[in-house]
């Protein structure tokens, strides 16, 4: 993948640094000693403390800065979201409607977003309460470890994945679910709207492919289907046959192997947003 072919995107921010933060210092596991004992000498909940702390990293990690120059890792981060920009704003003005970048911020072992602390176990996520990416560089190195899904157009998909979500911010589709949720309807299983929503962000990543590909020609031999492995060693069926033994359907959230695989061939095929409605389909 010609990667650095791409724009740059300004809208990068850099929070790493491991673990929980206070006050601009690490906070280790001796801290976290401390400030346990502490807590049971003033008869305060130390999980409640420690809360409190990473709290505080929230506000570190909005008011950290960007990558440090000559971060290869960082600066293909900041060229694949570049792209992502160029493409939507192109294709939102096309709609007539206006493109808000998301941000998207690198961490290390856990960050604090408006929805909530996430370990670097949840891997990489968008949380629509503040339109950020969240992303740890060490999924792309378990992605290839653990799964065999190596290689930088693979990274890249993940990365639109999550861009995904922001454009279904954007156009009122997260609300929607959300309100469903509210309501109690249930969003798990095999045709469940949690389900779809992630189809539907695949297929998203596969529109950007298209746009990205025609106007860059930045793709390799052998780089589509770096991503089209991708999608299929994170599939659900996938994922519970390697960690329990079992496919249970009734718990999906984020589709088949076989499903995302075509949702996202189905986006970068066609280029077109609107072959992306999962949501009125009876065949996922």
């Known amino acids: 993948m010609r990667w650095k072919r791409a724009r740059r995107s300004d809208n990068v921010v850099d929070a790493r640094g491991g673990g929980l933060r ?23 909940d130390p ?13 570190d990690s909005r008011q950290a800065g960007a990558p440090p120059a000559g971060d290869e890792h960082a600066e293909f981060v900041r060229a694949v979201l570049g792209d992502t920009e160029d ?13 808000r970048d998301p941000a998207l911020v690198l961490f290390s072992q856990g960050v604090n977003s408006a929805c909530g602390f996430a370990s670097q176990a949840v891997g990489p996520f968008y949380c629509p309460a503040d339109q950020r990416v969240y992303l740890d560089l060490a999924f792309f190195d378990e992605l290839a470890r653990r799964f065999a899904a190596a290689g930088d157009f693979a990274q890249a998909y993940v990365i639109a994945h999550e861009v995904g979500h ?8 997260s609300a929607r679910v959300n309100a469903a ?14 389900v779809r929503q992630e189809l539907q962000a695949d297929c998203l990543a596969g529109v950007w492919a298209h746009h990205a590909q025609q106007r860059l020609d930045w793709l390799e031999p052998g ?15 996938r994922l519970q046959r390697h960690g329990r033994g079992q496919v249970v359907p009734d718990s999906f959230t984020h589709g088949t192997s076989e499903q995302r695989v075509r949702w996202f061939k189905l986006g970068f095929e066609g280029g077109e947003v609107r072959r992306c409605d999962t949501f009125q389909t009876s065949r996922l």
Do not use: C
């Open 22 to 44: 206070f006050g601009g210092k690490g906070l280790g596991l001796g801290g976290i000693a401390l400030v346990v004992i502490v807590g049971l000498l003033m008869g305060r």
């Open 181 to 194: 949720r509210q309501r109690g309807e249930p969003l798990e299983g095999a045709t469940g709207l949690q």
């Open 87 to 99: 493409t939507w704003r192109q294709l939102f003005q096309q709609a007539g409607r206006e493109y």
């Open 47 to 59: 999980g409640q403390i420690l809360t409190e702390l990473t709290t505080q990293s929230s506000v």
């Open 166 to 173: 922001h454009v279904q911010t954007l156009l009122g589709v």
């Open 223 to 237: 780089d589509l289907e770096e991503a089209l492995n991708a999608a299929n060693a994170i599939g659900d069926d």
